[in-house]
């Protein structure tokens, strides 16, 4: 079953977390913000309302699909920070465009990480050939690329795909 690790309760956040709601997958869904999570949200989701994301981070099972999608560009870093100090997550998807990746590419390099470990981040996220930005488009299309991940995975084993990941 995928462990999934969602941080951000923004409009996106919402309605991934409506569609992960009805898959097999256990989801962590972490920000700070307490207010913004539903007061009553899928049986396979679990809040956590937390300042201190780093600590979801390093506990998470190897395995995890991390998704990042918070309100603030340097949370977002540090979570990609931390996230890629790790090896064994099945999935890191951060939000996000083309041009944020270059950024964050060339400040995590700075920061000591390797160049070839960094298509191990998927920026944009969500499968390809779905441009609408709404927030239900996106929660589909991150869903899909989530459910696609696992597959590969379950035909190919979990070692093999993080070799495809990096060198695709």
Known sequence: MMHV???GAGHVGHALVKVLGTLPC?????????????????????IEATDLPDAIVDEAPAGTYFIVMTHDHSLDFSLTQRIMRRDDFAYFGL??????????????????????????ITCPIGVEGIVDKAPWSIGMAVAAQLLRVREMGVR?????????????
């Not at 083309?98 to 298509?119: D, Q, Y």
């Not at 993080?162 to 695709?168: E, F």
């Open 5 to 7: 690790v969602l941080f």
């Open 26 to 46: 256990v989801v962590q869904w972490v920000d700070a913000r307490d207010e913004l999570f539903p007061d009553e949200v899928p049986a396979n989701v679990q």
């Open 95 to 120: 939000i996000g465009s083309k041009t944020k990746r270059v950024k964050f590419e060339r400040r995590l390099m700075e920061r000591g990480v390797a160049a070839e470990r960094l298509p191990e």
């Open 156 to 168: 190919v084993g979990p070692e093999a795909l993080r070799r495809i990941r990096v060198t695709a």
